[in-house]
């Protein structure tokens, strides 16, 4: 299976009717169906953002060098893919499907220990159906050009 870098971004709110940006990988029909990545996880950054609850410059930029580092480890062996990332009101979720947490949690150690600690919190579910990727894809519909 290859991995595709196809990526979506469509637009949405949250509860306080705060924008939210979401990323969405696209072409990922084959990984949904090998019955391989059956754990969902989403990693959370809360941060203080701007005044439209979006994340400073600043911050942008450490959650990128983050995402960079966790993508690179996690993606190599296709241990975890990244298929959605989630930015506004005041946080970042990025969520992975993984074959499995502990493993994950081994390697999101290793990739990270030389960057100072992270704001982040850590999530994991049971998701064989691939139901949040499935329900974010819906939005594609509302993606930008």
Known sequence: MRLSDNWFTAFSEDEEGRLISIYGRDELSEFMA??????????????????????TDEVAERMEVFETALRKAMEKDKLAILTAVYTGG????????????????????????????????????????????????????????
């Open 90 to 145: 005041n946080a970042r979720i990025w969520v992975f499907y993984t074959r499995t947490v502990r493993v994950f949690g081994e390697r999101l150690n290793e990739a990270l220990a030389s960057h100072e600690a992270y704001p982040i919190s850590i999530y994991t579910e049971l998701d064989p159906e691939w139901e949040e990727y499935r329900d974010m894809y819906e939005m594609k519909q509302w993606a930008a050009d």
């Open 34 to 55: 090998c019955g391989k990545l059956n754990e969902r996880v989403e990693i959370t950054w809360p941060y203080e953002g701007d005044a439209h609850a979006m994340p």
